[in-house]
Protein backbone atom coordinates (compact mmCIF):
# COMPACT_ATOMS: atom_id res chain seq x y z
CA UNK A 1 0.00 0.00 0.00
CA UNK A 2 3.11 2.58 0.67
CA UNK A 3 4.64 1.59 -2.32
CA UNK A 4 1.66 2.26 -4.52
CA UNK A 5 0.57 5.67 -2.31
CA UNK A 6 4.46 6.25 -3.04
CA UNK A 7 4.30 5.86 -7.06
CA UNK A 8 0.99 7.18 -7.95
CA UNK A 9 0.98 10.24 -5.56
CA UNK A 10 4.18 11.37 -4.37
CA UNK A 11 6.19 10.68 -7.22
CA UNK A 12 3.92 12.57 -9.80
CA UNK A 13 3.91 15.38 -7.48
CA UNK A 14 7.30 15.25 -6.81
CA UNK A 15 7.71 15.21 -10.86
CA UNK A 16 5.37 17.88 -11.01
CA UNK A 17 7.11 20.52 -8.53
CA UNK A 18 10.66 19.75 -9.92
CA UNK A 19 9.32 20.53 -13.49
CA UNK A 20 8.16 24.03 -12.58
CA UNK A 21 11.96 24.84 -11.00
CA UNK A 22 13.62 23.42 -13.99
CA UNK A 23 11.64 25.30 -16.48
CA UNK A 24 11.20 28.33 -14.10
CA UNK A 25 15.08 28.00 -14.05
CA UNK A 26 14.89 27.94 -17.62
CA UNK A 27 13.23 31.15 -18.74
CA UNK A 28 15.31 32.81 -16.22
CA UNK A 29 18.53 31.63 -17.87
CA UNK A 30 17.24 32.72 -21.51
CA UNK A 31 16.52 36.71 -20.32
CA UNK A 32 19.91 36.53 -18.67
CA UNK A 33 21.46 35.16 -21.91
CA UNK A 34 19.64 37.96 -23.59
CA UNK A 35 21.11 40.23 -21.34
CA UNK A 36 24.86 38.98 -22.18
CA UNK A 37 25.03 37.88 -18.41
CA UNK A 38 27.39 35.12 -19.18
CA UNK A 39 27.90 33.62 -14.95
CA UNK A 40 24.71 33.97 -13.83
CA UNK A 41 23.07 31.82 -17.28
CA UNK A 42 25.89 28.84 -16.68
CA UNK A 43 25.11 29.04 -13.20
CA UNK A 44 21.14 28.82 -13.81
CA UNK A 45 21.95 26.14 -16.33
CA UNK A 46 23.87 24.23 -14.30
CA UNK A 47 21.01 23.84 -11.87
CA UNK A 48 18.69 23.76 -14.39
CA UNK A 49 20.16 20.52 -15.81
CA UNK A 50 20.49 18.96 -12.72
CA UNK A 51 17.16 19.18 -11.55
CA UNK A 52 15.47 18.37 -15.61
CA UNK A 53 18.27 14.83 -15.07
CA UNK A 54 16.18 14.05 -11.53
CA UNK A 55 12.56 14.51 -13.57
CA UNK A 56 13.93 12.57 -16.35
CA UNK A 57 15.12 9.72 -14.41
CA UNK A 58 11.98 9.62 -12.97
CA UNK A 59 9.78 9.44 -15.97
CA UNK A 60 12.66 6.72 -17.35
CA UNK A 61 12.15 4.00 -14.16
CA UNK A 62 8.27 4.68 -14.89
CA UNK A 63 7.90 4.35 -18.23
CA UNK A 64 4.19 2.21 -17.86
CA UNK A 65 2.61 5.28 -16.14
CA UNK A 66 0.44 7.53 -17.87
CA UNK A 67 0.01 9.44 -14.41
CA UNK A 68 4.36 10.33 -14.09
CA UNK A 69 3.56 11.79 -17.80
CA UNK A 70 1.14 13.97 -17.09
CA UNK A 71 3.19 15.46 -14.05
CA UNK A 72 5.60 15.91 -16.22
CA UNK A 73 3.90 17.83 -19.17
CA UNK A 74 1.83 19.87 -16.41
CA UNK A 75 4.40 20.99 -14.16
CA UNK A 76 6.14 22.10 -17.86
CA UNK A 77 2.69 24.37 -18.22
CA UNK A 78 3.05 25.59 -15.43
CA UNK A 79 6.76 26.03 -14.60
CA UNK A 80 6.55 28.68 -18.73
CA UNK A 81 3.97 30.39 -15.97
CA UNK A 82 5.54 30.39 -12.95
CA UNK A 83 8.80 31.49 -15.00
CA UNK A 84 6.87 34.86 -17.15
CA UNK A 85 5.97 35.73 -13.78
CA UNK A 86 9.22 35.72 -11.72
CA UNK A 87 10.63 37.26 -14.90
CA UNK A 88 7.79 40.38 -14.52
CA UNK A 89 8.38 40.81 -11.02
CA UNK A 90 12.28 41.12 -11.60
CA UNK A 91 11.82 44.16 -13.49
CA UNK A 92 15.49 43.59 -15.08
CA UNK A 93 16.37 45.91 -17.90
CA UNK A 94 15.17 48.39 -19.89
CA UNK A 95 12.69 48.88 -22.70
CA UNK A 96 12.64 51.33 -25.65
CA UNK A 97 9.26 52.98 -26.04
CA UNK A 98 8.69 54.65 -29.69
CA UNK A 99 5.49 57.06 -29.27
CA UNK A 100 3.62 58.42 -32.66
CA UNK A 101 1.72 60.92 -31.96
CA UNK A 102 -0.42 63.63 -34.46
CA UNK A 103 -1.59 65.82 -31.87
CA UNK A 104 0.44 68.34 -30.15
CA UNK A 105 2.90 65.99 -27.79
CA UNK A 106 4.76 69.10 -25.51
CA UNK A 107 3.02 67.45 -21.87
CA UNK A 108 3.69 64.39 -22.55
CA UNK A 109 7.41 64.88 -23.52
CA UNK A 110 7.46 67.45 -20.46
CA UNK A 111 6.11 64.79 -18.26
CA UNK A 112 8.54 62.17 -19.25
CA UNK A 113 11.71 64.45 -18.76
CA UNK A 114 9.98 65.38 -15.17
CA UNK A 115 10.10 61.44 -14.83
CA UNK A 116 13.93 61.29 -15.79
CA UNK A 117 13.18 59.61 -19.07
CA UNK A 118 15.23 60.61 -21.99
CA UNK A 119 13.57 61.61 -25.17
CA UNK A 120 14.54 61.74 -28.50
CA UNK A 121 11.87 63.61 -30.75
CA UNK A 122 11.64 63.34 -34.29
CA UNK A 123 9.34 65.15 -37.43
CA UNK A 124 8.14 62.13 -39.44
CA UNK A 125 5.29 61.92 -42.21
CA UNK A 126 2.20 59.51 -41.20
CA UNK A 127 -0.35 58.19 -43.12
CA UNK A 128 -2.49 61.14 -42.50
CA UNK A 129 -0.29 63.90 -42.18
CA UNK A 130 2.80 64.99 -40.06
CA UNK A 131 3.40 63.38 -36.97
CA UNK A 132 6.41 63.59 -33.95
CA UNK A 133 7.75 59.94 -33.24
CA UNK A 134 9.20 60.06 -29.64
CA UNK A 135 11.75 57.11 -28.14
CA UNK A 136 12.40 57.41 -24.94
CA UNK A 137 14.77 54.36 -22.71
CA UNK A 138 12.85 53.64 -19.73
CA UNK A 139 13.81 51.40 -17.12
CA UNK A 140 11.14 47.65 -16.80
CA UNK A 141 10.12 48.36 -13.40
CA UNK A 142 9.14 52.18 -14.54
CA UNK A 143 6.75 51.22 -17.59
CA UNK A 144 3.57 51.36 -16.47
CA UNK A 145 4.37 54.71 -15.31
CA UNK A 146 5.09 55.70 -18.54
CA UNK A 147 2.12 54.17 -20.13
CA UNK A 148 0.19 56.48 -17.82
CA UNK A 149 2.02 59.33 -18.57
CA UNK A 150 0.96 58.94 -22.55
CA UNK A 151 -2.83 57.19 -21.85
CA UNK A 152 -3.18 61.04 -19.43
CA UNK A 153 -1.46 63.47 -22.70
CA UNK A 154 -1.75 61.40 -25.64
CA UNK A 155 -4.63 58.46 -25.54
CA UNK A 156 -4.98 57.99 -29.01
CA UNK A 157 -1.10 57.66 -29.35
CA UNK A 158 0.55 54.66 -30.96
CA UNK A 159 3.47 53.28 -29.08
CA UNK A 160 5.39 49.91 -29.07
CA UNK A 161 7.75 48.37 -26.75
CA UNK A 162 11.36 46.35 -27.39
CA UNK A 163 13.22 45.08 -24.59
CA UNK A 164 16.88 46.62 -24.88
CA UNK A 165 20.03 44.46 -24.48
CA UNK A 166 22.49 47.12 -23.22
CA UNK A 167 21.87 50.49 -21.93
CA UNK A 168 24.76 52.99 -20.82
CA UNK A 169 23.37 53.77 -17.11
CA UNK A 170 24.58 57.34 -17.40
CA UNK A 171 21.60 58.29 -19.55
CA UNK A 172 19.14 58.64 -16.52
CA UNK A 173 19.43 62.41 -15.14
CA UNK A 174 19.85 62.52 -11.25
CA UNK A 175 19.90 59.11 -10.45
CA UNK A 176 20.98 58.35 -6.87
CA UNK A 177 23.82 56.56 -5.33
CA UNK A 178 22.05 53.34 -4.54
CA UNK A 179 21.10 53.35 -8.70
CA UNK A 180 24.54 54.35 -9.25
CA UNK A 181 25.98 51.42 -7.07
CA UNK A 182 23.89 48.88 -8.74
CA UNK A 183 24.89 49.70 -11.90
CA UNK A 184 28.30 49.34 -10.55
CA UNK A 185 27.27 45.95 -9.71
CA UNK A 186 25.71 45.38 -12.71
CA UNK A 187 28.75 46.39 -14.11
CA UNK A 188 31.30 44.02 -12.61
CA UNK A 189 29.36 41.08 -13.70
CA UNK A 190 28.85 42.15 -17.54
CA UNK A 191 32.96 42.81 -17.53
CA UNK A 192 33.48 39.37 -16.46
CA UNK A 193 32.55 38.66 -19.96
Known amino acids: ?24 LGTIRIIFINRGVKVVSALLGFVEILVWLFAVTQ ?43 QIDSTKLIESFKRL ?35 KQFNPNAFYTMEDIKMVREDVYEGENKKTKLSAIGRAFFQKRK
Open 59 to 101: IIQNLNSPIHYIAYAAGFGMGNFVGVSIEKKLSYGHRIITIIT
Open 116 to 150: KYGVTVIRGEGKNGPVKIIFSIVKKNQVARAIEAI
Open 1 to 24: MESISINLILLPLAIFFIRIIDVS
